[in-house]
């Protein structure tokens, strides 16, 4: 079809003009042969006051519904970012939404361990670039300690270490938003959370000798250990027989304590599939990718979402009865002036364009604003989920807020022909006397 020619940015342009047409077609209609504009200039300036409350309240409006709608779309973008890095993950079998919590977003979860043995096949195997094991289950304040290895860390920042990479137990890196300086030591707690106890590894002393760059997501507060100094800290063998003085992969499956979980990376799309197809095994390991998982979590919101959505169109509705109902109210407010106007001669078409252009005016300073406040609205928000969640969350407005803002526009200018026309159905001689 032609339509699916035509680029992205032309077809938003062309639903943008298309959902405008009804106001442009009203406005063309009923300004036909007219040029109010110096009297409606003069009302609104006449009253001011009121002109600017209904004005701010159609802002108000506008905004919400727009920084709402930005913020949504953000809000899934940052999250589908953060599990970039994680192609596949492997675990013990359970529920793949928590085992993706606790791997991409370090939620606290109780996960089966991984053995050995299976950890040298999955090492060990032809298609696998990357095999990270993660050990979960001690904090440091607000952050998690993560026990890994080397080579995950840097794929994590993508290289960018300030400071140096660990180069023996008791070294850590800090992630971005950590608040510890390099060179400070700390003691880890067992435990996150409300389940904190922070004598548990009383004589463990780690020193902070790096910093990974920023990557917007909650691994930016964790900190980084060797996955050794977890294991040992546990009171457990560190993955290598005794006296190798070895730091890292590979380790001895005889020796290998356990892991909740392995990030798997391949330089092919087509060996993710194939490894996780043969890492799916039941009663043995469940092989997933983080993002199917996240897009399954967007498919049940989908849901949730167009219930929203439907809420939203009823407030939109309110929101449109009230704009009618203020621009009646508006209306009564000049209506000796328009009863002097029909006095005096002038035509109904005329007064009708008056009383129609002083509401477009009012609605349409109201979108124009709201469209501000709604970036004003999204920044805000977007920087309240971030820190509250650690996801960069970037909210810019779209083109589906400009469509959001089209619609609006036409169907209350459409709406504000009802007001103009009940002020030509008002006598003459009331107006005046009024």
């Known amino acids: 079809?032609?339509?699916?020619?035509?680029?992205?940015?032309?077809?938003?342009?062309?639903?943008?003009?298309l959902f405008l047409v009804p106001a442009l077609l009203t406005g063309a209609l009923v300004l036909r042969g007219y040029a109010p504009w110096p009297l409606v200039r003069a009302i609104l300036w006449r009253f001011r006051g009121a002109s600017a409350l209904f004005v701010l309240l159609i802002a108000v409006s506008v905004g919400m519904g727009i920084g709402l709608l930005a913020q949504e779309r953000g809000l899934r973008r940052g999250t589908a970012q953060a599990a970039d890095k994680f192609d596949l993950v492997i675990t013990a079998p359970g529920s793949e939404l928590t085992a993706m919590l606790a791997t991409v977003f370090l939620q606290p979860a109780d996960m089966g361990l991984l053995d050995g043995a299976t950890w040298d096949e999955i090492a060990g195997h032809d298609s696998v670039a990357l095999a990270a094991p993660l050990a979960f289950g001690d904090s440091f304040g607000a952050s998690a300690v993560v026990g890994?290895?080397?080579?995950?860390?840097r794929y994590l920042a993508d290289?960018?270490?300030?400071?140096?990479?660990?180069?023996?137990?008791?070294?850590?890196?800090?992630?971005?938003?950590?608040?510890?300086?390099?060179?400070?030591?700390?003691?880890?707690?067992?435990?996150?959370?409300?389940?904190v106890d922070d004598h548990a590894h009383g004589d463990a002393h780690i020193r902070v000798v790096g910093r990974l760059g920023r990557s917007g997501t909650p691994w930016d507060r964790a900190i980084?250990?060797?996955?050794?100094?977890?294991?040992?800290?546990?009171?457990?063998?560190?993955?290598?027989?005794?006296?190798?003085?070895?730091?890292?992969?590979?380790?001895?499956?005889?020796?290998?304590?356990?892991?909740?979980?392995?990030?798997?990376?391949?330089?092919?799309?087509?060996?993710?599939?194939?490894?996780?197809?043969?890492?799916?095994?039941?009663?043995?390991?469940?092989?997933?990718?983080?993002?199917?998982?996240?897009?399954?979590?967007?498919?049940?919101?989908?849901?949730?979402?167009?219930?929203?959505?439907?809420?939203?169109?009823?407030?939109?509705?309110?929101?449109?009865?009230?704009?009618?109902?203020?621009?009646?109210?508006l209306s009564r407010l000049f209506r000796r002036q328009i009863a002097l106007l029909r006095a005096l001669g002038a035509p109904a078409r005329f007064v009708f364009a008056v009383v129609w252009c002083f509401g477009a005016a009012l609605l349409l300073s109201g979108a124009l604003l709201g469209l501000c406040a709604g970036v004003g609205t999204a920044s805000v928000l977007a920087r309240v989920v971030t820190a509250r969640?650690?996801?960069?969350?970037?909210?810019?407005?779209?083109?589906?807020?400009?469509?959001?803002?089209?619609?609006?526009?036409?169907?209350?200018?459409?709406?504000?022909?009802?007001?103009?026309?009940?002020?030509l159905r008002q006598p003459v001689v009331q107006g005046l006397r009024s």
């Open 224 to 329: 980084l250990v060797p996955i050794e100094t977890v294991w040992e800290v546990h009171g457990l063998a560190n993955g290598h027989a005794p006296g190798t003085g070895r730091l890292g992969p590979p380790f001895d499956a005889a020796y290998f304590p356990g892991t909740p979980a392995v990030v798997v990376h391949s330089d092919a799309l087509w060996a993710n599939y194939a490894l996780r197809s043969e890492f799916t095994r039941d009663r043995e390991t469940m092989a997933f990718f983080p993002g199917a998982v996240l897009a399954q979590l967007y498919g049940v919101l989908g849901d949730v979402r167009q219930v929203m959505s439907l809420m939203a169109l009823v407030t939109q509705a309110l929101v449109a009865a009230s704009v009618l109902l203020g621009l009646f109210i």
């Open 389 to 423: 969640t650690d996801v960069l969350v970037a909210a810019p407005v779209g083109w589906t807020e400009i469509h959001f803002l089209a619609v609006f526009v036409s169907v209350t200018l459409l709406l504000s022909l009802l007001p103009a026309a009940i002020v």
């Open 148 to 153: 890994t290895t080397l080579g995950f860390a």
């Open 1 to 17: 079809m032609a339509w699916n020619d035509v680029s992205a940015l032309w077809q938003d342009i062309a639903l943008t003009v």
């Open 159 to 195: 290289g960018q270490i300030t400071g140096r990479p660990w180069q023996a137990e008791g070294e850590a890196l800090i992630g971005a938003l950590v608040p510890l300086e390099i060179g400070a030591e700390f003691t880890p707690a067992h435990g996150v959370g409300d389940a």
